[in-house]
Every structure is written in structure tokens, then in C-alpha cells.
């Protein structure tokens, strides 16, 4: 509070005393405030991880985990509202790692029952959070402790946070791969230059960005839709199709060889026990 302070008087000169009010916020108090709002949150349990289920071929496979903040002030946040600005920051790095924990925590405890024990879980690691020097030992540390199996951890990665540092991406790519773990390259089809990173880093699955399933109306988006299905499959490449919200999309990549979907006609994103209940014979 004495920091938040501190930094309003110093960007309106020095010998100004001004009440510190969220409307004077320079984008840098902004930051702090969040950071702030943040750790007070996390330490008061109000992040929430909700489940997106993934389904093959008409079952669910795994899902999702995506965050939400049940603010006591602002409701319940989307993560559009506080991840890119959280990204900026330390914060980003906490709650990733809670994130991961919770991830394996979970998949420890499914895989003791014959129902869930097939289920797959996948995380959203920020560029931040995979760029800390101890981000592998940290992941290394969380499968020992939990005792989750890696095979079915995925953790997802956009090609934002590819382009900065190569060498240590794939360094680290590689590293997760032989503690078993697979990595996928989220919103495929966003940038033009995705194709590189397929050809140079060790993806094990890509994921179709909603953006493109949702054009598929479009002949020619159809056809690309159809090409990267192929171009997965030909690299050796899991394809996941994200936000498929229709049947017509549903019946239009399965017949073209993507059966793992992901989006709202198969399931929204959920609170764990809700997940769990929708899995057959189980919950
Ligand atoms: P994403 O990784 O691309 O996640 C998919 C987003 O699409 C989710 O939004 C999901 O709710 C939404 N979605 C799923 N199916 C459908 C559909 O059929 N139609 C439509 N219109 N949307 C669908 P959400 O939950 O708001 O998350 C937004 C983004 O926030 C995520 O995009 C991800 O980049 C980020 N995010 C979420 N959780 C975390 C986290 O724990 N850590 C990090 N670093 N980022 C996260
Ligand atoms: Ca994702
Ligand atoms: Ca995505
Ligand atoms: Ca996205």
C-alpha cells in the first residue's frame, strides 16, 4: 500500500501530496495494483480452475484447465480481464505455478481409479513462467511430489512466447520432453509463421485456434482447415480442434481426420465436480 502510494506522488511531482485514487492510476500503479490484487487473491483462495473437456471421438479424454478469479469486488473474472496484464509481472509466474500443481495434484489422484485414471489434463504456460531459470526443476520438483504420470500432462505453449528465445525454447522443450512430457502449440493458425516452429521445435500436438473453426463456412477457410489436419497428422502432430461449436463443424473435422475437439458443443469450461460428474460411470 505504502509502495502504491509512493509511486502516484512520484509521477505527479515531487512536491505534490494527491490521494491515491484508482482514476489517477499511471499504467504502472495499474501494474502494482493488479500485483497487489493479485497476491492478496491467490492467498485467500479466490482463483479457480475450471475443466474444459476434451473429446475423442465422442468421449472425454481429458480437458482444459483454465482460470478464473472469483474477485470479492468484480464478480468472477475471465482470464481476458487479468492474464495479459498479470503477464507483465511476477504474478503471472505464481499463479502458473498453482496452476501445474494443481494440474498433477489432480491427475495423481485420478489415476488411483480405473475411470479416470485415461484422463489427460493441459496447462497454459505464459511466456514468463517457461522463461524462469528454475521453470524445469520447478516442473521436475511438482510431477516427483505429486507422483503424477507426465504422459498425461500437456502443457501449452502460444508462438508468442516462441519467438524471443529460441535456443532456450527448444533447450527446455527438450527437457520436458524426456521427463515425458508432451507440449502443444496453442492457437494454430493466428500467425503466419507458426509453420517454422512446427519444422524446428518438438511439438507433440497443435491446436486449431477457435478463430479458424469458426470460419470453416468459408470454402477457403475450410480447405486450410483440411491442409493443417494433414500437415499435423503428416509431422506426427496430435490435432486438437478448439471452439467447435457446431455439429457442422463437429461432422466436418471428424470426416477429415481430426476427432480430438475441444469447445462449447462438446462442453464448457466448468468447476471440477461438474466435470467429474459429467464422465460416464464416474462422479
Ligand atoms: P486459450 O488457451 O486459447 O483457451 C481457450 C479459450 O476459448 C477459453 O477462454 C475457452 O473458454 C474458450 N472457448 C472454449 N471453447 C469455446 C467455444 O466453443 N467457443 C468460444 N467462443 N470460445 C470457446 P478463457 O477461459 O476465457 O481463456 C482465455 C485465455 O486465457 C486462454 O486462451 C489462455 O490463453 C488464457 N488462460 C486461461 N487460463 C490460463 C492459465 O491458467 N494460465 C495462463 N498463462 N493463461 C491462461
Ligand atoms: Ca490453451
Ligand atoms: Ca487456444
Ligand atoms: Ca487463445
Known amino acids: 500500500q505504502a509502495k502504491l502510494a509512493m509511486c502516484s506522488a512520484k509521477a505527479q511531482g515531487r512536491n505534490t501530496v494527491r490521494i491515491f485514487a484508482p482514476t489517477m492510476q499511471s499504467p504502472y500503479c495499474a501494474q502494482l495494483a493488479l ?10 483462495g479466490e482463483f479457480v480452475l475450471h475443466f474444459q473437456p476434451q473429446h475423442e471421438g465422442g468421449q472425454v479424454v481429458g480437458a482444459e484447465l483454465l482460470v478464473r478469479w472469483k474477485h470479492p469486488v468484480k464478480g468472477l473474472l ?7 496484464q498479470a ?13 501445474l500443481e494443481c494440474a498433477c495434484a489432480q491427475l495423481a489422484a485420478w489415476h488411483a481409479h480405473p475411470a479416470t485414471a485415461g484422463l489427460s489434463l493441459s496447462v497454459n504456460v505464459s511466456a514468463r513462467q517457461f522463461r524462469q531459470a528454475d521453470f524445469l ?10 507422483g503424477a504420470d507426465p504422459a498425461r500432462l500437456t502443457i501449452e505453449l502460444t508462438e508468442s512466447l516462441l519467438i524471443d528465445d529460441v535456443d532456450d525454447t527448444i533447450a527446455k522443450m527438450k527437457a520436458l520432453k524426456s521427463m515425458g512430457i508432451g507440449c502443444a502449440l496453442d492457437d494454430f493458425g493466428v500467425c ?29 477457410s475450410a480447405a486450410i482447415v ?22 457442422d463443424q463437429r461432422a466436418f473435422l471428424s470426416t477429415h481426420g481430426c476427432t480430438r475437439q475441444q469447445g462449447y458443443l462438446h462442453g464448457r469450461p466448468v468447476p471440477l465436480q461438474e466435470f467429474a460428474s459429467s464422465l460416464p460411470r464416474h462422479g
Open 35 to 44: 500485483e497487489a490484487d493479485m497476491a492478496r487473491g491467490m492467498q485467500h
Open 78 to 84: 475471465m482470464p481476458g480481464a487479468f492474464i495479459e
Open 87 to 99: 503477464e507483465q509481472g511476477n504474478m503471472i509466474v505464481a499463479l502458473g505455478s498453482w496452476v
Open 137 to 146: 526443476a520447478g516442473v521436475a520438483d511438482v510431477l516427483r511430489r505429486t
Open 192 to 220: 503466419y509463421s507458426s509453420l517454422t516452429y512446427l519444422k524446428n521445435l518438438p511439438f507433440a500436438e497443435m491446436k486449431i485456434d477457435q478463430t479458424v473453426i469458426q470460419d470453416l463456412r468459408d470454402p477457403k
Open 226 to 247: 483440411r491442409a493443417i489436419i494433414v500437415l499435423g497428422e503428416t509431422l506426427g502432430l496430435k490435432v486438437v480442434a478448439e471452439g467447435v461449436e457446431t455439429e
